[in-house]
């Protein structure tokens, strides 16, 4: 497990000057996946704002090979690249040791990349895919996505007097990925930094496809205060609103379990995408049940494989 | 940075000098300022981790300060630091 202190000796492989929002949880991210990953990794995105706010012409925070092509593929383009390695390397063309890192937001992942994501890992390319999930497409104006949590308002899903936000529960697309059949699968914070470094550790390590949901805060999406944006992390994970575990080589393995779980108002009231859920204490009810029918069902999986 | 027509960009319009974003500076966005507190700093670095523009200046593994050229004003290294060694006051311009 990496200290902070080792972290810093990397350098800036994502560079400062991008145009990402003040607090925005999605650079923090990237920040420490390039921390963890070093300079030998080729890192291939999806469009959305990660893309973007890191690579407006003639500017990149790239300091790695960098490459972007379309919002649903960024699994298909790394996984041609990382073929295309092997192949060189097997030739002796090229002799280093190089990582492949594709990364999207959740519309480039749990919608349109999915097919794509789906493919990647089930042809088994050696490539860690990262998706920074901010529940919404942020960059074209916080449409909803199938990561959208109930009851949240969104551009497309917005909340009226009948109406209260998105009225479907989120995807679970990290039991799709471990349906897979894959090595490693795992969900983070940036806030638990050290869990999330582990994971991109033990990701880019592994000879195959790995797979890691980080929650990624939002302010503009999200309603909330930017210099909140860590401590909403750290509340989604007590509230039991976003899960931290892992699922390796068949075996989940829950990473932090809160004590005494704080209520989910406490998270949902720092952000006014839910600020329309205040009175609507049925619909709160649905979600606080929802998230305990998932905490439950993760603890007996936990229980199940070990 | 002069303006390129489309005859002079590369190939796919590759940028051929990575991490070429440290020329565009951020710092005009901010309204509000981080301080930092060097006696009160116990060289933790959690602020390092934090902060999303990577303002947070560290040399041989130590805070040396905070890059006013990139930092947003976001105020996470100052809810984040363990120590209140950073406060955020107003942006004066
Ligand atoms: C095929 C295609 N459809 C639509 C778009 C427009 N578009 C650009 S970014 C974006 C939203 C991306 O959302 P997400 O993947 O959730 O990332 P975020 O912006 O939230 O970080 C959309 C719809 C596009 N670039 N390509
Ligand atoms: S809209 Fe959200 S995800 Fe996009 S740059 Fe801003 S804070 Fe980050
Ligand atoms: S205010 Fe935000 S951008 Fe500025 S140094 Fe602190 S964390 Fe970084």
Redesign the interface.
Known sequence: MPTIKELTRTGDLFTSGHRACAGCGGTIILRLLMANAGKNTVVGAATGCMEVVSTIYPYTSWDVNFVHNAFENSAATVSGIETAYRALKKKGKIKKDIKFIAYGGDGGTFDIGLQSLSGAVERGHNMLYLCYNNGAYMNTGIQRSSATPFGAHTTTSPAGSKIKGKMQQRKDLTEIMIAHDMKYVAQATPHNWSDLSNKINKALALNGPAFINVLSPCPLGWGSDPAQSIQIAKLAVETLYWPVYEYENGKYKINIKPKKPKDIEEFLFVQNRFKHLKNEKELIDKIRKHLNEKWNELLNKEKCTN | ?SK?TWKEIDIA?I?N??????????GD??SQKPVWNEDKCKQ???C????????IT?KD?KMTGI?F??C?????C???CPFKAIT?VEEKK
């Open positions: 940075m390129k319009s940028i000098k990575p991490g070429s974003a440290k020329d565009f500076k951020t966005w901010r933790c670095l959690i390092w981790v934090y902060c999303p523009d990577s303002a560290v593994e890059n050229d990139y947003k004003g976001c105020g996470i100052a809810v984040e955020m």
